[in-house]
Every structure is written in C-alpha cells, then in structure tokens.
C-alpha cells in the first residue's frame, strides 16, 4: 500500500503561479510512475502530467510550457510546478502513483481556483 498526501492548493488570479506537492508513504518499491490528474466539474479526471521513475515526463497539451513535474526521491514527493495559470485550469487536482502490477494510488485532492 501507498499513501499519498497533497499540499499546495488555493485561489489564484489568472497568470499567477501554484506549487502542488504530494509526499508518499509506505510500499514507494512498487511504483514505476507517478503523476497528477484533475477533474473539474461535471467532467471526467484527466492526466494533467506523469513522471517515470527513470525522470521521464509527459504533459498534456493543455499545459505544455506552463506546469512542470519533477520528483525527489530522497523524500518521495512528486511536485507540481503550475505557472501562468488560467480559468479553465480550475479544478481538483490529484496525485497518483503507479505500481509495477498495475494498481494505482490516489492522494485526497486539492482544489486549484483561478480567477480571471
């Protein structure tokens, strides 16, 4: 099992800048990738960016040249990087790891509001 903790939510006005972190606990052996994924209202919970543990990372489209992942194995947190944030980025945001037998580990959430 792996627990994960989310900080680093809060309102926002457009173009400025949040840090989302997430520290993980517990059997961090068994993960292979980790990532975060939001989920605004009415709508589904989509990939927002993921990191493998060999560092490699994907975005969405939507986010590309704006939000950065990075990691730090050392403290087993995983960390958002969200800049020039805008309206349509508002949403809750999810931290996720991924184990190498395909079971995935979810944080609490955090809201993300961004005002125009």
């Known amino acids: 099992q792996v627990q994960l903790v989310e900080s680093g939510g809060g309102l926002v006005q457009a173009g400025g800048s949040l840090r989302l972190s997430c520290a993980a606990s517990?059997?961090?052996?068994?993960?292979?990738?980790m990532g975060w994924y939001r989920q605004a209202p009415g709508k589904q919970r989509d990939l927002v960016a993921s990191?493998?543990?060999?560092?490699?990372?994907n975005y969405a489209d939507s986010v590309k040249g704006r939000f950065t992942i990075s990691k730090n194995n050392a403290k087993n947190t995983v960390t958002l990087q969200m800049n020039s944030l805008k309206p349509e980025d508002t949403a809750v945001y999810y931290c996720?790891?991924?184990?190498?037998?395909?079971?995935?580990?979810w944080g609490q959430g955090t809201q993300v509001t961004v005002s125009s």
């Open positions: 517990g059997s961090i052996f068994s993960i292979t990738a």
């Open positions: 996720n790891y991924h184990s190498w037998i395909n079971n995935d580990y």
């Open positions: 990191i493998t543990i060999g560092g490699t990372t």
